[in-house]
DNA sequence: ACCCGTCTGGACTTGCCGGTCCATTTTTCG
DNA sequence: CGAAAAATGGACCGGCAAGTCCAGACGGGT
């Protein structure tokens, strides 16, 4: 599925830009107003486009476009938590990877362009659940993988399932994310971020402490 | 705000009953078919009642009938885990409450009614945000108060932040249970609560090994 | 019996929004 | 340059679903 040219690729260079403005200028309404709300003729005048040509390059119409939309996000997800995401090996990267993610989401406000998205498109589609399966699957093994390294730098004990604590972890990230979004607060996800790395901590090869 | 009769609390004991047949069918049909997709007619066939109905009981029309099933679903998620989340003041009753949780959001399948409507209703209306909030600050206090249930009983040092962790702890399972609909792996809510439950046990009075 | 407020049924209106269609312009390529 | 393919503009259609309205049935209080 991933050799596959999508029919839609690459028919010439002037096209390849237009679908790929229409899919940012979607995203960004999309984050502004919300999905629900959101009609082809918003995104029309936001990307300056026609009708026509939104079906052009989704013939598959709205839904086509905001699965596009989705995997566009979803690609950003993990991408804005680089560099840090990618080498966590130790307690610094770690803290420094956090206040990125609590400045990511603390700055993105109070709508979730993935979580709305692949609400509405949802179930139906299984292509929706296999981009959001996908990215927490990545997401997940770049924590573990962190984790790893923790333990290989002598940092955590090897005893720790860093497979399961990363799970657990991710699962506080999203809990986190979605409290902030609902209410505002992003107390809960520092909570959630600051418990999950204590919780290595805690589990140092030398107990800090009795 | 919980004094005031809401003009169409009790004009009369049929009304009354037909009002709760109708959050309670609308509530029934949103968890089956989802938000995005259902009408009023949807729900006029499924309560039996008539256009008009709907319409004199919530005059605010589709968003009001929405915030009223918001509240409703609200009000059953801490129902449903009683009675074990009223008594966590030990172990075993941590445990029981974990599987309770884990059971009934695996019973409840991949449709998150109340993710779903205060997402579709939203940040728009500032009272879906207060249901959401209150019922968040309530679970939390519930969580906090078992954890100084077994810090009474002695067997978690007190001087664990019991509000922190369970902020943290409530995260995870918000982010467990959403994962769980869009991936439809109930892992990462197990992970979440075992992990949390974990960082109470690693925190007893007396540490159980070196 | 009566009256009045509540409850109910269902036809009707209205506007919106996804999707279609064709005419026109622009680009590519031999 | 000229033709075919791609890209674009925008009018138009059709359906659907929210919301309106009025006529009538019920039911309790005097």
């Known amino acids: 599925m991933s050799d596959a040219p999508t029919a839609k690729d690459a028919p010439t260079a002037k096209g390849r830009a237009t679908r790929a403005r229409i899919v940012e200028g979607a995203a960004e309404v ?31 119409g709205k839904d086509e476009l905001l699965l596009a939309v989705a995997q566009f996000e979803a690609d950003r997800v993990l991408e804005d938590q680089q560099p840090h995401l990618g080498s966590l090996d130790s307690w610094e990267s770690w803290q420094q990877w956090r206040d990125a993610v ?4 603390e700055r993105q406000g109070d709508h979730c ?20 399966t996908q ?3 990545q997401w997940q093994e770049q924590l573990a993988h962190g984790m790893r390294a923790l333990q290989d730098n002598g940092l955590v004990s090897p005893a720790l399932d860093a497979d399961r604590t990363a799970a657990a972890l991710l699962a506080g990230i999203q809990g986190g994310v979605a409290m902030l979004m609902s209410t505002g607060d992003s107390m809960y996800l520092k909570a959630a971020l600051d418990s999950g790395i204590d919780h290595l901590r805690a589990a140092t090869v030398e107990p800090v402490r009795a």
């Open 30 to 60: 999309l984050r502004e107003r919300g999905v629900a709300v959101t009609t082809l003729d918003d995104i029309r005048s936001r990307t300056g486009t026609s009708k026509s040509q939104l079906f052009h390059y989704f013939p598959g």
């Open 102 to 105: 609590v400045e990511r989401y």
């Open 113 to 132: 362009s993935l979580g709305a998205l692949f609400l509405q498109v949802g179930r139906l589609r299984p292509g929706a659940r296999a981009i959001v």
């Open 135 to 137: 990215l927490m699957r």
